[in-house]
């Protein structure tokens, strides 16, 4: 299975600070996403990168950026936290092949925003 | 709004009873994948099975896409398998994005 690791693992910061959040993978996936997940809502897809240079929005972008410097690493940027963004935060990888479109999932990272 | 409804939303079960969670999906579909969680951990894959019949284990996942539904069938269940189970589709856009269901949490007991 791919290796997707997420730091830091946990997160508290104040309101209206700038919060980063890094994955990175390294079974060299062209595709990574970014989810976060809510009691009530599931999992929902925030942003997503289709290689390096990359970002696309997802269904829930807005008061978040991303950035994807390479191949192995994809970044969530909240410039401006507000205590709604608190959530766990669950970065992804997969190849998106035509066979398959296989997603392997990060450890998680939980952010508390007060 | 594309949505996958899961079902049950939760389910108790003996030790050793099998279980079957249901899928659907508001849209066709070709690309399904079920995965299982423990609370507060990561998604790990169990079946990626965008039509047919897969088996992995004591799991077995059936997909039929004229119908908009996926099933994962958990044989002589055990204790450990219990955690919440999701099913994700892609959605009409394409471009590899999942639609995620909300999940049926099980509880095995002995």
């Known amino acids: 299975e791919a290796a997707v690791t997420q730091s830091p693992r946990n997160k508290v910061a104040v309101t209206g600070g700038k919060v980063t959040l890094s994955c990175n993978q390294t079974?060299?996936?062209?595709?990574m996403y970014w989810y976060r997940q809510d009691t009530g809502h599931g999992l929902r897809l925030i942003h997503y990168?289709?290689?390096?240079?990359?970002?696309e929005k997802g269904d829930i972008p807005d008061g978040y950026k991303a950035s994807r410097p390479s191949q192995e690493n994809f970044s969530l940027i909240l410039e401006l936290a507000t205590p709604s963004q608190t959530s766990v935060y669950f970065c992804?990888?997969?190849?998106?092949?035509?066979?398959?479109?296989?997603?392997?999932f990060g450890p998680g990272t939980r952010l508390t925003v007060l | 709004e594309q949505q996958v409804q899961q079902s049950p939303a939760s389910l108790v079960l003996q030790e050793a009873e099998n279980a079957e969670l249901q899928c659907s999906f508001s849209?066709?579909?070709?690309?399904v994948q079920w995965f299982y969680q423990r609370p507060g951990g990561r998604l790990v894959s169990l079946l990626y099975?965008?039509?047919g019949t897969k088996q992995s284990g004591r799991l077995t996942s059936t997909t039929v896409i004229k119908e908009r539904r996926s099933s994962l069938h958990i044989s002589s269940s055990q204790i450990t398998d219990s955690g919440t189970y999701l099913c994700?589709?892609?959605?009409?856009?394409?471009?590899?994005?999942?639609?995620f269901g909300a999940g049926t949490r099980l509880k095995v007991i002995a």
């Open positions: 994700a589709m892609e959605g009409n856009t394409g471009n590899y994005k999942y639609v």
């Open positions: 849209i066709f579909t070709n690309q």
């Open positions: 990168s289709y290689g390096a240079g990359s970002t």
């Open positions: 992804a990888s997969g190849d998106g092949g035509e066979s398959s479109y296989e997603q392997y």
């Open positions: 099975n965008p039509s």
């Open positions: 079974n060299n996936h062209n595709n």
